[in-house]
């Protein structure tokens, strides 16, 4: 199961960050009863590409990237260190769970990087 799960999700994320094509990413691999727990979005897939979808697709000048994939069985976690201009860039660790192939459910934490650190290595 972590073997086909890491392949799909390594395309989803490969499409959701990277390619900012949020709807095609959710079309591929998100189920129609997907579960959100970001306090800000209704569950559904529609409400989330509603919501994403400015942040991805319609910001040009924003930039995804990824840092690291991590997927056990039916769990997987993408690290991204996320970059818009005018703004900090900020720490982000979205959380998904698989089930029958597809994912159903999401988390996520974001942290603000901050202008300077206590040492000298960085969050990414």
Do not use: C
Request: charged residues 25%.
């Amino acid at each position: 199961m972590t073997d086909d799960n890491r392949v799909a999700f390594e395309r989803f994320a490969d499409l959701f960050y990277v390619q900012k094509r949020v709807a095609d990413a959710f079309a591929f691999l998100v189920a129609d009863d997907y579960r959100q727990h970001n306090p800000t979005i209704v569950d559904g897939p529609a409400a989330a590409i509603e919501m994403l979808n400015p942040k991805f697709d319609g910001s040009p000048e924003a930039v995804f990237e990824i840092q690291r994939i991590l997927v056990d069985g039916d769990l997987a976690m993408v690290h991204v260190k996320a970059s818009r201009p005018g703004a900090p860039d900020a720490a982000v660790a979205d959380i998904y769970r698989f089930e029958s192939g597809r994912i159903v459910e999401h988390w996520d934490v974001l942290q603000q990087v901050p202008a300077h650190a206590a040492h000298d290595h960085p969050m990414f």
